[in-house]
């Protein structure tokens, strides 16, 4: 049994800044990517930023959403099974639910898989 736990949501100011965090835990052999993704309401979920690791401790090829480049930084702790999001110079348009997505193989060697965390809420607001 895989599980993603994710912490740092909350309500911030536009141009503020805010870190997300995304721990696995349970039956994991190896995790080859972690990432994170938004759903708004009444918007389809997308995706934020991935980190695929390259086998390296804690380096990763990292894919951005055209919305966040520049401002959101994605990286890795394959030692630690965690992944983080530094999001910088917030928008009211980033409002969002993040949700947080693994591809892992379990120690039962079944996949490799994709598990969600449950999600946490980011509002930028005045």
């Known amino acids: 049994h895989v599980q993603l736990v994710e912490s740092g949501g909350g309500l911030v100011q536009p141009g503020g800044s805010l870190r997300l965090s995304c721990a696995a835990s349970?039956?994991?052999?190896?995790?080859?990517?972690m990432g994170w993704y938004r759903q708004a309401p009444g918007k389809e979920r997308e995706l934020v930023a991935r980190?695929?690791?390259?086998?390296?401790?804690?380096?990763?090829?990292?894919n951005y959403a055209d919305s966040v480049m520049g401002r959101f930084v994605i990286s890795g702790n394959n030692g630690k099974n965690t992944v983080y999001l530094q999001m910088n110079n917030l928008k009211t348009g980033d409002t969002a639910v993040y949700y947080c997505?693994?591809?892992?193989?379990?120690?039962?060697?079944?996949?490799?898989?994709?598990?969600w965390g449950q999600g946490t809420q980011i509002t930028v607001s005045s």
């Open positions: 349970g039956t994991i052999y190896s995790i080859k990517r």
């Open positions: 997505k693994s591809l892992i193989i379990d120690s039962n060697n079944h996949g490799p898989e994709d598990y």
């Open positions: 980190i695929t690791f390259t086998g390296v401790t804690n380096s990763g090829v990292t």
